[in-house]
Structures are given as structure tokens and as C-alpha cells.
């Protein structure tokens, strides 16, 4: 069993940066890609980025330049830097992590930017 602890997510003005991190732990075999999804209310869950175990990060269109997914294997963990915040943003932000041939989801944290 492996569990995703989000956290950094909260209220933000439009223009301005948060940080949210997930660590995994528990029965870890290796981890491999990590991602970043979210969920607008009434949407559709949506792919964010991307990091792989190599290194490549690859991003959404609605987020590229704005957002950086990073990752520390050594620790099981994955960051989004998210500047330039929009009110579009909105939505719960959720990690996944591979480990071996199954996916694992965080619970979700909320990232609110007001206009």
C-alpha cells in the first residue's frame, strides 16, 4: 500500500504563486513518472505536468511557463511551483505516482485564486 500526503495548496490573489508538495510513502517498490492532474467544479479532471524518472517534465498548454514540476526520488517527492497564478487555476489539485505497474492518487488539495 502507498500513500500521497498533498499539501501547499490554499487562497490565492490572481497573479500570485504558490507551492504544493505530495510525499509518498509506505510500500514503495520505485517509483517511477509523477504527475500533477486537477479538477475545476463541474469539470473534468485534467493532466497538469508531467516528471519522469530521467528528468523530463512536459506541461500542459494552459500551464506552460507558468507552472514547474519537480521531483526528488530520493525522497519520494513531487512539487508544482505554480506562478502567475489565474482564476482559472482553481480547482483541486491532485498528485499521482507509478510504482511498478499501479498508479496512486493523492486525496486532492484545494488551490482557490480570486480575481
Known amino acids: 500500500q502507498v500513500q500521497l500526503a498533498e499539501s501547499g495548496g490554499g487562497l490565492v490573489q490572481a497573479g500570485g504563486s504558490l507551492k504544493l508538495s505530495c510525499a509518498a510513502s509506505g510500500n514503495i517498490f520505485s517509483i517511477g513518472t509523477m504527475d500533477w492532474y486537477r479538477q475545476a467544479p463541474g469539470k473534468q479532471r485534467e493532466w497538469v505536468a508531467t516528471?519522469?524518472?530521467?528528468?523530463?517534465?512536459t506541461y500542459a498548454d494552459s500551464v506552460k511557463g507558468r507552472f514547474t514540476i519537480s521531483g526528488d526520488y530520493a525522497k519520494n517527492t513531487v512539487n508544482l511551483q505554480m506562478n502567475s497564478l489565474k482564476p482559472d487555476d482553481t480547482a483541486v489539485y491532485y498528485c499521482r505516482v507509478w510504482s511498478g505497474a499501479k498508479n496512486y492518487w493523492g486525496q486532492g488539495t484545494q488551490v482557490t485564486v480570486s480575481s
Open positions: 516528471i519522469t524518472r530521467g528528468g523530463t517534465t
